[in-house]
């Protein structure tokens, strides 16, 4: 009778197997079951990060364009982060807070020394990529933004993933942009505004959709709604393709993604990578 070892001589090929070698095939053993709106609900990263570059892209548009003063716009943004700083703190009661360690007087600081340096720096910013074509600048400014989503921490485990990455090459970006502003001024409150929508609203979106769910759906479908208004006051065929877009990434991918887990066919068996399961650890010693 057939055995499955090699150190003994056995009167077979060495590729036979005999019928119970199926025996043991198994199918998707760790495939997971998605439901429809766990997945629409986990797309809202995505619909949101792309909201927040199309926000952003289309700021610089208007303060280009003379239709926003910075005055207005880091009045706006002030006002802006302390309802979320408020709301950050209320979501959890501050147990976040208190499990960090971290004071106000703290977070205060932080934030003078940012606006401080950013201010004092801003007529570089403004004078960094004189010698630099706008072409240039343009095509840099969108290299560095789509890098931003790509690399951008939207949950998943993967290789990829690296929130550094992604808020540096943002910031980079801002930087671009903010250099064919009018003034300094319209290069430090850009700088300033990327860094809150970039850096502090993520994190306050992250901490609504562990705690209350359905805020953080309400939140976002506002947030593509606001973005797709401002969108519509630069260009109608925009705004289509945009609202397209975020339909299909939050729609039409998660359904794919459902009728695809269906034709899923990994099998498992005798052929797998041997694991060792026993602690070898004694042979360490």
């Not at 009167?11 to 095939?25: A, G, K, M, S």
């Not at 909201?51 to 910075?70: I, N």
């Not at 250099?179 to 992250?206: C, D, E, G, Y």
């Amino acid at each position: 009778r057939w055995q499955k070892v090699l150190y003994e001589r056995q009167p077979f090929p060495d590729n036979y197997v005999d019928q119970r070698f199926l025996e043991e095939l198994r199918k998707n053993v760790h495939a997971r079951q998605y439901r429809y709106w766990a997945v629409v609900f986990q797309s809202g990263a995505v619909v949101q990060q792309l909201c927040s570059v199309c926000v952003f892209v289309l700021t610089w548009w208007y303060m280009d364009a003379g239709m926003l003063s910075p005055q207005g716009l880091f009045g706006a943004a002030l006002v802006s982060s302390l309802l979320g700083y408020i709301l950050f703190d209320a979501v959890d009661s501050g147990a976040g807070r208190w499990e960090s360690g971290r004071t106000r007087w703290a977070d205060l600081k932080s934030t003078l020394v940012f606006a401080a340096f950013t201010y004092g720096f801003s007529p570089v910013l403004k004078t960094l990529t004189e010698s630099i074509s706008t072409d240039t600048i343009y095509a840099m400014s969108a290299l560095m933004l789509l890098g931003h989503l790509i690399f951008f921490d939207y949950g998943a485990n993967a290789a990829i993933v690296s929130s550094t990455l992604s808020l540096n090459m943002a910031i980079f970006a801002s930087v671009c942009l903010a250099s064919r502003l009018p003034r300094a001024l319209h290069a430090f409150v850009m700088v300033t505004f990327a860094m809150q929508i970039f850096a502090l609203w993520p994190m306050l979106q992250k901490k609504l959709k562990a705690r209350t769910p359905r805020c953080y759906v309400g939140v976002t479908v506002l947030f593509a709604l606001a973005a797709l208004a401002g969108l519509a006051t630069v260009s109608s065929v925009g705004t289509v393709l945009f609202a397209s877009l975020l339909l299909t990434i939050s729609c039409l991918c998660p359904y794919c993604l459902i009728r695809l887990q269906l034709l899923k066919d990994n099998i498992h068996g005798p052929w797998d990578e041997a694991e060792i399961k026993e602690d070898l650890s004694r042979f360490l010693m």
